[in-house]
């Protein structure tokens, strides 16, 4: 009953495996594999792409139902796919260096959590690309895994880190990936869409002072984000901090604009630590909101309905 708690209490207490030990290392070489033999420029490759390796994540949840029992397995599954100590960890990284006044430091910190340029960034880009990607991938690493581990157990939040994975590794607009890619990013797009919005709404519970314009900014600046769901938590988290976040990032040769986020001003090294304390705050909430639905507070406040 308490799986949600427990999963990240486990990843707080652990923290990531090495490298050559995690289990998305091992299943990022199993879809190179899948990918060299399977490849074709073609949308229906791409299903049948996604649905072997999604099946097989899957499969594996089953079978550690079985091995395990559900709860356990439930809780194991979880924590090898929440990765919050990790990701605060790295953000906090990048505030410690911009405080310091070393934005060569920050720069190389920030470009390990983000694929956008990053060497002509100044201060306020590096903390700002800082608080993107805490905000987006505490959805991807955080809330999603929580809300499949307590709605679906071991197969479906094993389900969601491969496609959330796949997504990272085939999801591209490129040449490459345009056809190919294509249900991976669907299928991501899909399974994160109500993780994203809980996370939006948990964002207002923990700073209640804020909440009218987390409301009023997710309505007004989310759609001009390019990603369905990361526009959602974006645009919270630029609400609940006061900052504006959103603009132009490039990639390569490539010049993307993510709209505007948010009506404060740009954010700094401050911004960056408060932004933890609030990813942190926000995944603890969404625990415990889980945890709740999962013991029935609601039938049990109305058990007439």
Do not use: C
Not at 54 to 64: D, S
Not at 171 to 195: C, N, Q, V
């Amino acid at each position: 009953m308490l799986t949600p708690l427990a999963v990240l209490a486990a990843d707080r207490v652990v923290g990531e495996p090495p490298a050559r030990w995690h289990p998305v290392v091992w299943f990022g070489r199993a879809a190179h594999e899948a990918e060299r033999r399977l490849y074709r420029d073609g949308v229906a490759a791409g299903v049948l792409h996604s649905a072997v390796l999604v099946g097989g994540a899957a499969g594996i949840g089953i079978v550690m139902n079985r091995v395990l029992g559900r709860r356990t397995a439930a809780v194991v599954a979880g924590a090898m796919s929440v990765a919050g100590r990790m990701l605060a960890d790295e953000v906090t990284s990048v505030g410690s260096a911009l405080a310091a006044d070393d934005l060569a430091l920050a720069r190389q910190r920030v470009s390990r959590i983000v694929g956008r340029e990053t060497g002509s960034l100044d201060a306020g880009g590096v903390a700002r690309a800082a608080i993107e990607s805490l905000a987006e991938n505490s959805v991807d690493a955080v809330t999603a895994p929580l809300f499949f581990a307590a709605v679906g157990g071991a197969p479906a939040v094993l389900a969601h880190r491969a496609v959330n994975t796949l997504d990272a590794m085939v999801g591209h607009r490129t040449d490459r990936y345009e056809r190919f890619g294509k249900s991976a990013a669907r299928i991501d797009d899909a399974m994160a869409w109500l993780p994203a919005r809980l996370t939006a709404a948990v964002v207002m519970t923990v700073r209640p002072r804020r909440a009218r314009q987390v409301v009023l900014i997710v309505r007004r600046d989310a759609r001009a984000h390019p990603s369905p769901n990361g526009g959602v938590v974006e645009a919270a988290f630029a609400a609940a901090l006061g900052v504006r976040l959103g603009g132009v990032n490039r990639y390569g040769t490539e010049v993307d604009d993510r709209g505007t986020l948010g009506d404060g001003g740009p954010p700094t090294s401050l911004d960056v630590g408060r932004a933890v304390r609030l990813a942190r705050q926000t995944w603890w909430a969404t625990a415990v909101v889980l945890t709740l639905v999962r013991l029935g507070v609601p039938r049990r406040i109305n058990p007439t309905r």
